[in-house]
Nanobody
Framework: QVQLAESGGGLVQAGGSLRLSCLASGRTFYGYPTGWFRQAPGKDREFLAA????????VYANSVKGRFTIIRDNGRRTVELQMDGLKPEDTAVYYC????????????????????WGHGTQVTVSS
């Protein structure tokens, strides 16, 4: 079992920045790709970004490409999401997630591939 815990959310003005962190604990986290998702009120949970264990492959949703950056530090067991140029429509609960198998090599954008989820952190962007 992998436990994930998000932190770093808060209230920020439009145009501002936040850096979210996802800390992994529990069984070995070696090899696991990690993704970030968000869910706004009344909307489905959506994919934002994901990165493989090696860090050499990262993918982004078009809605955040160029504004968000995913960064992992395997030594610290963290995967962070640097968010710049925030907009009011970025307001949501943000989650990190990992697939069931550490050797998962399938699509990183498929929400159904992710088994382990954190409890989320609220991000609110005021206009």
């Amino acid at each position: 079992q992998v436990q994930l815990a998000e932190s770093g959310g808060g209230l920020v003005q439009a145009g501002g920045s936040l850096r979210l962190s996802c800390l992994a604990s529990g069984r070995t986290f070696y090899g696991y790709p990690t993704g970030w998702f968000r869910q706004a009120p009344g909307k489905d949970r959506e994919f934002l970004a994901a990165i493989r264990w090696s860090g050499d492959t990262a993918v982004y949703a078009n809605s955040v490409k160029g504004r968000f950056t995913i960064i992992r530090d395997n030594g610290r067991r963290t995967v962070e999401l640097q968010m710049d140029g925030l907009k009011p429509e970025d307001t949501a609960v943000y989650y990190c997630a990992a697939p069931r198998d550490g050797d998962y090599t399938g699509s990183l954008v498929d929400i159904d591939a992710y088994t382990y989820w954190g409890h989320g952190t609220q991000v609110t962007v005021s206009s």
